[in-house]
Nanobody, 116 residues
């Protein structure tokens, strides 16, 4: 079992920044691929960024150059630094923990709202 708790969401104006955090507990954090997903109203949940246990990082094209994912294995936490935010970044952001052949775990989500 892995428990994930997101924090750091909020409302900002376009061009602003937010930093999301996801605190994990219940398993050996370092072995999991950690990711951030988002879901806007009426749209499917999509991958924003992910970082593997080995430090390999993947970003959605829409956030490359603006968002940075990082993990602190000592603190069991994964972060998403979001800069140059756009109104289209408005969504509920979910933390995800995944491993091959294992059921993935999800946090409850944190709302990010970007106004123009």
């Amino acid at each position: 079992q892995v428990q994930l708790v997101e924090s750091g969401g909020g409302s900002v104006q376009a061009g602003g920044s937010l930093r999301l955090s996801c605190a994990a507990s219940g398993s050996i954090f370092s072995i999991w691929t950690m990711g951030w997903y988002r879901q806007a109203p009426g749209k499917q949940r999509e991958l924003v960024a992910a970082v593997t246990s080995g430090g390999i990082i993947n970003y959605a094209d829409s956030v490359k150059g603006r968002f940075t994912i990082s993990r602190d294995n000592a603190q069991n936490t994964v972060y998403l630094q979001m800069n140059s935010l756009k109104p289209e970044d408005t969504a509920v952001y979910y933390c995800n923990a995944a491993r091959f052949a294992r059921t993935p775990y999800w946090g409850r989500g944190t709302q990010v709202t970007v106004s123009s």
